[in-house]
């Protein structure tokens, strides 16, 4: 096991050698610039065979050249460590000693390395130019070092994202509402980044549209982003060597060190992709703010690994064409190019506008390149080190993956029986009701969503996102219909009253439940079809109050269809509370009421009012009320989700409350 560990931490870098490697390295490297006469048909096949007794006037010229540096002044153990490294790397043995003997033997017979023809093959020892063996060794010790030091920078990368993912765990649940921390919480961290743009689509030109971050996501991608510029620039050697220039060596320096990011971002790329992610369970974020944070490590990854490739084909190009050319018949290479273009093409096919108009062959098509890009950068990378990176990458993903049949299969118990009903055709709106299912082993929680798999032979292998709520024992879902396949099953429903029955599976329970019973005071907003998570907070509070004495729950309806379609749920709530001190009071407003005013009721409990809600005056009410700390949780469409944000921000600042914001809406 140990073993297995230690390789695997080997894997992750090109090994590091140590300096008399790198020496003999050098020493052997400037004796090959010369021709010997010696038939390689003899050799072991070892790049030091020569240098190791294999031909006696090479090793005479390296073993020369080895004791040439100054830190090698100590002959004896000079030799021993020349001699250990050719037992390593050759089949020969030579003692100490017997290098020695050699060593002594050839100084007689040395010749300069200016009066030697390169062209003729050499049967002497040869004494190679000081100035150019300090000058390659420093070349090849620095570029070791910039290998290292890509290593230390793709470590420390991911370790600043772990410090702040402990960071917001630590922090999550904490209390402190100081001005300090009310102006941060305000002004950097919960407001959208422009306005109201946070879920609501922002329209950058003409066609193009996308979704913006909050403040915090923005400011966490920016820190991200800035470390990895720093690390990408940072402490490089500007050296020439007698083959190469400053500017050349800075270059190789780059697309090595840039190489090296690239895959230390790899496994963060997949983790934060994952359904079953630690950093989810970490920092509590939702799994939207995980979608965004995958999509600009990937960028960065396509950005390093980018760079590393035209650096290498600008430094064959401009160095020497030939080699560039000689490059294509090796496979690394080629696989290095192919997986240049599919992480672009990854990048590419991901924005927004292009991955919403076919949202299920986007992630088809973005599955089989993720696989692609991983095989192909093992290929690109195995004669070379690094792989670590793709076995960490690739565990993550198969292990999110059984997590996930777990899910389905173990949690859930497999396909159940399950029928779908128009609620409103106006509102475009069904209701899916799982009648059989393991209750113990799926553990419900409000707010918790599931991804659902329906049993079709065209639509089997899509999985959808709905927050689920339960009802007379079983799961509901309120779907929307929009055009894929939530508007097949609108269409199979021919009207009101009909019951589909379907065969589903549940991948879930996933998200993570706002502790609403740790305030005094709560606010839940939710509007439309959003109801189901809030409505499974009201349960909870109402059945379980914790800390609350005061709640306040607003619900925007369109019309009465949808209110219709809940009441049986919100009575079950009301009738399960237990009976405590607690105040609370539900507001239902109609919007759009196709009848002049709504005769039903529901309870006495809530009141049903007509018209849009002043939703500013109502978190204003709310949020500058008694100095008890106090939770707002938002589930509406998304502008006004983004609305409720925005006031709920600027209140921060202006209250000496406790006041936490829980955003139960998540696009992505
Ligand atoms: C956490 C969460 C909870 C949700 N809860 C509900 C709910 O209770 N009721 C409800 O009606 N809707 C809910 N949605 C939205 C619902 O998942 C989409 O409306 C549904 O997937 C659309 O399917 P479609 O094939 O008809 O979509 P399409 O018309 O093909 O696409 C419409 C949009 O839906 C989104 N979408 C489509 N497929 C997926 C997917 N596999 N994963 C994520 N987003 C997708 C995309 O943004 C896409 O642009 C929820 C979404 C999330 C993220």
Redesign the pocket.
């Known amino acids: 096991m140990r073993e297995v560990f230690f390789s695997f931490l080997a894997s992750l870098q090109t090994q590091p050698l140590k300096d008399s490697l790198q020496k003999l390295i050098t020493c052997v490297g400037e004796a090959e610039s010369y021709s010997w006469l010696f038939n390689e048909t003899e050799s072991d096949g070892s790049y030091y065979y020569k240098a190791c007794g294999g031909f006696v006037p090479f090793t005479q010229t390296t073993l020369n050249s080895y004791l040439s540096f100054p830190e090698n002044s100590n002959l004896t153990e000079a030799f021993k460590e020349y001699s250990a490294l050719c037992t390593a790397f050759t089949s020969l043995d030579p003692t100490a000693d017997s290098l020695f003997s050699a060593w002594i033997n050839g100084t007689q017979f040395l010749i300069n390395s200016t009066n030697v023809n390169k062209s003729i093959p050499s049967t002497f020892p040869i004494r190679l130019s000081q100035e150019r063996l300090l000058s390659s060794f420093q070349s090849l010790h620095q570029l070791y070092f910039n290998f290292t030091l890509a290593f230390r920078s793709g470590v420390l990368i991911n370790g600043v994202v772990l410090f702040l993912a402990f960071f917001l765990f630590l922090t999550k649940r904490s209390k402190l509402k100081n001005k300090m921390v009310r102006y941060l919480k305000s002004k950097l961290v919960l407001p959208a980044l422009f306005d109201t743009s946070h879920h609501a689509e922002t329209k950058i030109s003409r066609n193009l549209r996308t979704i913006l971050p909050t403040r915090g996501e923005f400011l966490a991608v920016m820190l991200f982003v800035s470390i990895n510029f720093i690390f990408t620039a940072c402490s490089y050697p500007m050296l020439a060597t007698h083959d190469q220039s400053k500017a050349y060596f800075f270059m190789r320096c780059i697309a090595n060190r840039t190489g090296g990011l690239a895959m230390s971002l790899m496994p963060l790329t997949i983790l934060t992709a994952g359904r079953n992610n630690l950093l989810l369970e970490l920092t509590g974020l939702p ?2 703010s995980m979608i965004f944070f995958h999509k600009w490590i990937a960028r960065m990854m396509t950005f390093q690994g980018s760079l590393h490739g035209l650096l290498w084909i600008g430094y064959g190009i401009f160095l020497d064409p030939s080699p560039v050319v000689s490059q294509f018949s090796e496979g690394y290479w080629n696989w290095g190019i192919g997986i240049s273009l599919v992480s672009v093409g990854l990048v590419i096919l991901s924005i927004y506008a292009l ?2 108009s ?3 062959l986007f ?1 088809a098509i973005h599955i089989l390149l993720g696989v692609i890009f991983l095989y192909g950068t093992f290929k690109h990378c195995e004669q070379f080190g690094w792989v670590g990176w793709i076995y960490m990458a690739s565990f993550l993903w198969v292990a999110d993956r059984l997590l996930r049949l777990w899910h389905l299969l173990i949690s859930f118990g497999g396909y159940r029986t399950a029928t779908v009903e128009l609620v409103s055709e106006y509102d475009s709106l069904l209701r899916l009701a799982i009648t059989s299912r393991e209750k113990e082993s799926f553990e419900f929680f409000p707010g918790c ?1 599931g991804y659902l798999y329906i049993m079709d032979r065209k639509l089997f292998w ?6 689920l709520y339960e009802h007379e024992g079983h799961f509901e ?11 097949k099953l609108f269409s199979k429903i021919t009207s009101k009253g009909v019951k589909i029955p379907l065969r589903v599976v549940l991948e879930g329970p996933y ?1 993570k439940e706002a502790p609403l019973s740790d305030y005094s005071q709560v606010l839940i907003i939710t509007s439309g ?1 959003g109801i ?1 998570g809030p409505v499974s907070y009201l349960e909870k509070v109402l059945t379980s109050p914790g800390r609350v004495s005061d709640l306040l729950f607003v619900w925007v309806v369109p019309n009465e269809s949808v209110l219709l379609a809940m009441s049986g749920k919100l009575i079950s709530v009301l009738m399960n509370r237990i009976s405590s001190d607690m105040k609370f009071e539900i507001c239902i407003y109609l919007t759009r009421s196709y009848e002049e005013e709504f005769s039903g009721s529901i309870s006495k409990d809530v009141k049903i009012r007509h018209g849009r809600p002043n939703v500013e005056q109502i978190i204003d009410n709310f949020c500058q009320q008694e100095n008890a700390d106090a939770a707002v949780l938002s589930c509406c469409n998304p502008s006004l989700d983004d609305f409720v944000r925005k006031q709920v921000a600027r209140n921060v600042l202006y209250t000496n409350r406790q006041l936490d914001f829980y955003d139960e809406l ?3």
Do not use: C, D, N
């Open positions: 799994f939207s991955r919403t076919g949202y299920e992630l969503y899509q999985s959808h996102p709905f927050t879902i309120l779907m929307k219909a929009k055009e894929g396949i939530t508007q998200g079809a189901p998540q696009v992505w």
